[in-house]
């Protein structure tokens, strides 16, 4: 599994021209279920992602996670993330889950996140979306379980 992070002052997901998620200031997380993931590495991952800390302390120090800095969480399927890029000028797919397990594993990991934290919102798996965002730094991060 594959979490692309980035930390935002807005972003914001549109499907067929109307927001399907929004927040303010927080984290931008980008979702790739990979083919051999589990309960377990979604679970991994989702603990992780609210423990990272990212968010600057008094001291301009990235010391804070979500939780501490208040901020809230848009989560979005990103199924190109899980493509093999090893070689060739063509990513291939088949690294990445079925669609029925990554949408499954997608709304594991959404649930995980939501039963601790406030502010989740999320796109919509399988759908052709627009994100819209501005980067906080720019402050962007990539975890692999």
């Known amino acids: 599994m594959k ?7 807005y ?16 984290m931008l997380v980008l979702v790739g ?3 051999h993931d589990t309960d377990q590495s979604v679970d991994a991952l989702a603990d992780r992602l ?7 302390d008094a001291d301009g ?7 501490q800095s208040k901020g809230a969480i848009l989560l979005v399927s990103q199924f190109t993330l899980s493509a093999d890029t090893q070689k060739g000028l063509r990513p291939g797919f088949s690294t990445a889950a079925a669609p029925d397990e990554g949408e499954r594993l997608f709304i594991r990991v959404v649930s995980r996140i939501s039963e601790r934290h406030l502010f989740v919102e999320t796109g919509q798996f399988g759908a052709d ?3 819209t965002l501005q980067n906080d730094g720019p402050v962007t991060f990539l975890l692999e379980n």
């Open 33 to 35: 279920i990979d083919a």
């Open 61 to 67: 120090k990235m010391n804070l996670n979500i939780d």
């Open 129 to 131: 979306m627009q994100v």
């Open 3 to 9: 979490a692309l992070i980035q930390r935002v002052k």
């Open 11 to 26: 972003a914001q997901v549109t499907v067929d021209d109307k927001i399907v998620g929004k927040i303010a200031a927080g």
């Open 50 to 56: 609210l423990k990272y800390r990212i968010f600057a």
